[in-house]
């Protein structure tokens, strides 16, 4: 069953913690993304990696850090420095020459 | 600097009637655009796609865009809306040096019976 998972769909986390939210490709895309999105606004670009062992920061990426160790593995973690983090996470790859992004079902920070 | 604008916050139509989503992109170059569409607490769905050749797009579900050079648009249609076609619709264009999407605010359809 090919495509993209997020875990887990919801998770909450008290302030002063840092926490990791997980995006699993099998689709062998090169490239993988991650956004926010919160209420009323559309989704903005924290950090994206192009191919495996590199990564660059997005318009918002302060507060916020990744790692690319595995062509299907993208995980974002959640700093503490990250002043408001209550928001829906969304994760997209991106594959070959389609130049089209797929996206992830997300994932729902809640602070507490 | 890069932009997109969907001008419309909230659209209401009633089934069965047509339905057109303004989309305006302020970039340099033309950019690869992009309808995508999401239900509540749900990732995004890609509705179709623009990036060179004919200016008229066929997405899934019914739905088209048609892209207009001199007015930096590419507006969303359906000649026929079905209440399952309630949802937020994004507008992203593609910044092509990051290879990444740019979206605008999102526009809530809701479709009354």
């Known amino acids: 069953d090919g495509g993209i998972t997020q875990s887990p769909k919801y998770l909450f986390r008290k302030e002063g913690q840092n926490v990791t939210l997980s995006c699993e490709q099998n689709l062998n895309h090169d490239a993988m993304y991650w956004y926010r999105q919160d209420p009323g606004q559309g989704l903005r670009l924290i950090y994206y990696s192009q191919i495996v062992n590199d990564f660059q920061k997005g318009d918002i990426a302060e507060g916020y850090s990744v790692s690319r160790e595995k062509k299907e593995s993208f995980p974002l973690t959640v700093t503490s420095a990250q002043k408001n983090p209550t928001a829906f996470y969304l994760c997209?790859?991106?594959?070959?020459?389609?130049?089209?992004?797929?996206f992830g079902p997300g994932t729902r920070l809640t602070v507490l | 600097a890069q932009s997109v604008t969907q001008p419309d916050i909230h659209i209401t139509v009633s089934e069965g009637a047509s339905l057109e989503l303004r989309c305006n992109y302020s970039?340099?170059?033309?950019?690869?655009l992009f309808w995508y569409v999401q239900s509540p607490g749900q990732g995004l769905q890609l509705l179709l796609k623009?990036?060179?050749?004919?200016?008229l797009v066929q997405g899934i579900k019914g739905f088209e865009a048609e892209f207009k050079r001199s007015q930096s648009s590419f507006n969303l249609r359906k000649p026929s809306v079905h209440w399952s076609d309630a949802a937020e619709y994004f507008c992203a264009p593609m910044d092509t040096g990051r290879r990444a999407l740019t979206f605008g605010s999102g526009t809530r359809l809701q479709v009354q019976p």
């Open positions: 623009y990036f060179s050749g004919d200016t």
């Open positions: 970039y340099g170059a033309t950019p690869y």
């Open positions: 997209a790859t991106m594959g070959g020459s389609a130049d089209t992004q797929y």
